[in-house]
């Protein structure tokens, strides 16, 4: 049987030995050595001495973590760690260890309006929102609509409340972004050499003519995304291939083309060098001199008086709204605790309602009236009839404090399992956390209850004659066991 480095396309052989050199025979013999494993925390929602003092992730890790990203760990490849409830309740992303370093080295200030131009599946998204920590904006897009729906999962998982998912190329997000990013991160579509080991099919749909076209789509996306930029901002461009031509040459060019474009730094991971698969990364700032074609800012400013319009348009709909929202109002009255985390959050955040959906926009964020948005915010949840029902994004944002109701289930209880898996679970001998006037309280019918895994919030459980109804979706039920 032949190894992955006898399997390698022979172009790209020739081309890595002329740019290695010496460390060509280490770098190919690097393609029959296992593969380094990696996970993320979501500090979002636990803390890292959490996970390192717990015992409950049942994960073989390094306690030294991933030297360029400050949530990160190497993993054993022995456990998987995708298999772990508390994966599904969003405490930990499992992320390949180069791909880290990314956001790792970026520093992103709380408060910046940020766009991951090519987000799916999520990975620099959920590092980025970490980092913002609930502040900001983050705009993840993918103009791939397969792939789209794990971002969605991805982001939802985590917790996000302050991102907008976005469905569009480059020239769309760029007729409403002009000039309004702090930092604009192009994780680029590439040849994917740096996937070889990983994929063996990734060595089959490689080519040479695939390296042109994905250097075109590079071009364009580079200067689409340096136009999103304050001025001051920076862009993040990536990539996780080797060729000069899809990373050092895309730089230069792009440097040279651009009178304001200051580069930072071009930074190289090596999978014979450090541990991953291997990643591409240079870091550019805006200057202040404008150099872009006129034609942009004029269909800026055509954009901008739309929008205008479209805002006093939109501010007569929410007086619409508001009578829409008296059961939604009462939801937040019930179950959400004054004075509480997320009830403050909510407070400085503005309610949209979209066909019949409650979300919460930052006041920050535009008008995007005509681009494909696939969520503005944090879905709340969906006004029905004589009832709001809140969504599991919400669930997914909330901790055990921030709620009147929530029941904490043990990782070794085979609730865990039953929940995980679409079953209603009877609440008989299980402790209830409850915030609610004893006056007020019946203990027989609770209502909406966070059903938490150690403290860690995974979804909604409905609460009647002492059996709570599972409302874990049923497109994320699955069968796990120890």
């Not at 770098?27 to 494993?37: A, E, K, L």
């Not at 469905?167 to 070889?196: E, H, R, W, Y």
């Not at 003519?209 to 993040?236: A, N, P, W």
Request: hydrophobic share 30%; proline share 2%.
């Amino acid at each position: 049987m032949s190894t992955i480095k006898e399997k390698l396309p022979e172009e790209f052989k020739k081309e890595m030995k002329e740019l290695l050199k010496d460390e060509y025979e280490d770098f190919i013999n690097s393609y029959d050595q296992d593969r380094t494993n990696a996970i993320r925390i979501n500090d979002l929602k636990v803390e890292k001495k959490f996970f390192e003092e717990s015992n409950l992730f049942d994960i073989d890790y390094e306690k030294d973590g991933v030297e360029w990203a400050d949530l990160g760990y190497y993993v054993s490849s022995d456990k998987s760690p995708g298999k772990n409830p508390l994966h599904d309740a969003g405490a930990y992303y499992i992320q390949e260890p180069s791909a880290m370093s990314v956001v790792g080295k970026t520093d992103i200030a709380e408060g910046e309006k940020i766009l991951d131009m090519c987000a799916a599946p999520g990975g620099k998204s959920t590092y980025i929102l970490s980092k913002l920590n609930e502040t900001g904006i983050l705009v993840s897009n993918e103009v791939n609509s397969t792939r789209i729906r794990a971002l969605g999962e991805n982001l939802e998982r985590f917790g996000a409340t302050n991102c907008t998912i976005t469905n569009s190329d480059s020239k769309g997000l760029l007729t409403f972004f002009k000039g309004f990013f702090d930092k604009v991160f192009i994780d680029a579509p590439c040849s994917g050499q740096g996937m070889f080991r990983k994929y063996e099919h990734a060595i089959d749909d490689w080519s040479e003519e695939k390296v042109e076209e994905c250097v075109s789509i590079q071009k364009e996306l580079i200067r689409d995304g340096f136009d999103m930029l304050k001025e001051g901002g920076m862009l993040i461009y990536s990539t996780c291939t080797f060729t000069k031509r899809e990373n050092e040459d895309i730089i230069n060019d792009f440097i040279n083309e651009y009178q304001n474009a200051e580069l930072i730094e071009m930074d190289r991971i090596w999978p014979h060098k450090q541990r991953g698969e291997g990643h591409f990364s240079a870091r550019i700032i805006k200057s202040s001199e404008e150099v872009r074609e006129e034609e942009i800012q004029e269909n800026s400013n055509k954009k901008s008086k739309k929008s205008k319009k479209k805002k006093k348009e939109s501010s007569n709909s929410r007086k619409q709204d508001s009578q829409k929202l008296k059961d939604y109002e009462s939801f937040l009255k019930d179950y959400i605790r004054d004075g509480s985390k997320r009830k403050n959050a909510i407070s400085e955040k503005a309610v949209e309602v979209k066909g019949g959906f409650v979300y919460l926009v930052s006041k920050d964020m535009l008008d995007l009236t005509g681009l494909k948005v696939l969520r503005n915010g944090l879905l709340m949840g969906e006004i029905k009839k004589n009832r709001f029902e809140p969504s599991h994004s919400l669930a997914m944002a909330l901790c055990i404090d921030d709620v009147k109701y929530a029941v904490n289930l043990d990782i070794e209880d085979e609730d865990v399992f039953r929940y995980i898996v679409g079953e209603s679970i009877s609440l008989e001998g299980k402790e209830v956390y409850k915030y609610s006037e004893p006056d007020t309280e019946d203990n027989n019918s609770r209502g909406w209850i966070l059903v938490t895994i150690n403290g860690v919030s995974i979804g909604w459980g409905k609460e009647s004659n002492g059996i709570m109804k599972n409302k874990y979706p049923k497109g994320l039920r699955r069968v796990i066991r120890k």
